[in-house]
């Protein structure tokens, strides 16, 4: 297990994180340039060694109920690859995370553009849109009404 002062060291090589000293010698490392509200990577780190980083955008990890993961027994590698991912999870919007780009036929030939953009998901028929939807769901479930599938 790393120490307090090693931990430190490690999160302190990652220039983007703006340090934040907190109650009881503890530490909270922020990363300003979020897309999203969660700007906390490093969160309660305490001179004890104990603490957790922003996990939540990340697939890979286990997480408690906030998205937090507990770095308590993390090596130096093991934390840098965290933080990173963390970083790099909280720079990518969802359309960067898990982009969607699909054409949708009828049965007359006509096409359709299912793309995830931004927080959404739109239908185009060339550069018309055809409807805007919150869920990749709720669109192709609209596509699928009107009589298109996947191609």
Do not use: C
């Not at 983007?16 to 909270?28: D, Q, T």
């Not at 700007?39 to 922003?54: A, C, W």
């Not at 969607?100 to 185009?124: K, P, S």
Request: aromatic fraction near 10%; charged fraction near 35%.
């Amino acid at each position: 297990m790393l120490s307090f002062e090693e931990k430190l060291a490690v999160i302190e090589e990652f220039d983007e994180l703006e340090k934040k000293e907190i109650s009881l010698g503890r530490v909270n490392f922020h990363f300003e340039e979020s897309l999203y509200d969660k700007k906390i990577v490093v969160y309660r780190l305490h001179p004890n060694g104990n603490g957790f980083v922003y996990g939540g955008e990340i697939d890979e990890v286990e997480t408690d109920a906030k998205g937090m993961v507990n770095i308590k027994d993390y090596e130096a590698d093991e934390l840098r690859e965290l933080i990173r991912a963390s970083i790099d999870s909280l720079s990518l919007s969802p359309a960067e995370k898990d982009p969607v780009m699909e054409e949708w036929l009828n049965d007359a030939d006509q096409a359709l553009v299912l793309i995830r953009e931004d927080d959404g998901f739109n239908v185009y028929a060339d550069e018309s849109l055809e409807g805007t939807f919150n869920t990749y769901q709720e669109a192709a479930d609209f596509l699928n009404q009107e009589g298109f599938s996947r191609a």
